[in-house]
C-alpha cells in the first residue's frame, strides 16, 4: 500500500522553527514529486511546497518563499520542510502527498488534483 505519514507538527511561538517529515513507504519514491500542503480551519486546502524526485527542482506559495525550505533524502524515503519565522496565519494541519509524476509542469504543483496519495495531517499551531 502506498503510505505517507507527515510528523513533527507541534505548538510553537511566533518567529520559531519547526521541521516537518514525511515518511514514505509501498512505492518507488524516488520516482516522485512531493508536495506539501495545509489547511485551516474552515479554509480550503493550500498549496504550500513541492520537490522534483531528484531534489533538484523547488516550488513554494509566495506566503512561505523565504521562510520555509522544502528538501527530501531519497536513501530515507523522506521529505522535510523546514518552516521558519512561523507566524500565527501558519497555523493549519500540514499534509504530504505524492505527487502524479517526477517533475511538475509550471501551475500544476500547488494542485490538489495533481496528487494521487495523501498522508494523515500534522497539526501545527503558531501561537503566544
Known amino acids: 500500500d502506498v503510505q505517507l505519514q507527515a510528523s513533527g507538527g507541534g505548538l510553537v511561538q511566533p518567529g520559531g522553527s519547526l521541521r516537518l517529515s514525511c515518511a514514505a513507504s509501498?512505492?518507488?519514491?524516488?520516482?516522485?514529486?512531493i508536495g506539501w500542503f495545509r489547511q485551516a480551519p474552515g479554509k480550503g486546502r493550500e498549496g504550500v511546497s513541492c520537490i522534483s524526485s531528484s531534489g533538484g527542482r523547488n516550488f513554494y506559495s509566495t506566503s512561505v518563499k523565504g521562510r520555509f525550505t522544502v528538501s527530501r533524502e531519497n536513501a530515507k524515503d523522506t521529505v522535510y520542510l523546514q518552516m521558519n519565522s512561523l507566524k500565527p496565519e501558519d497555523t493549519a494541519t500540514y499534509y504530504c502527498a505524492r505527487f502524479s509524476g517526477s517533475h511538475p509542469i509550471a501551475g500544476t504543483w500547488a494542485n490538489p488534483s495533481q496528487y494521487e496519495a495523501w498522508g494523515q495531517g500534522t497539526l501545527v499551531t503558531v501561537s503566544s
Open positions: 509501498g512505492f518507488s519514491f524516488r520516482g516522485y514529486a
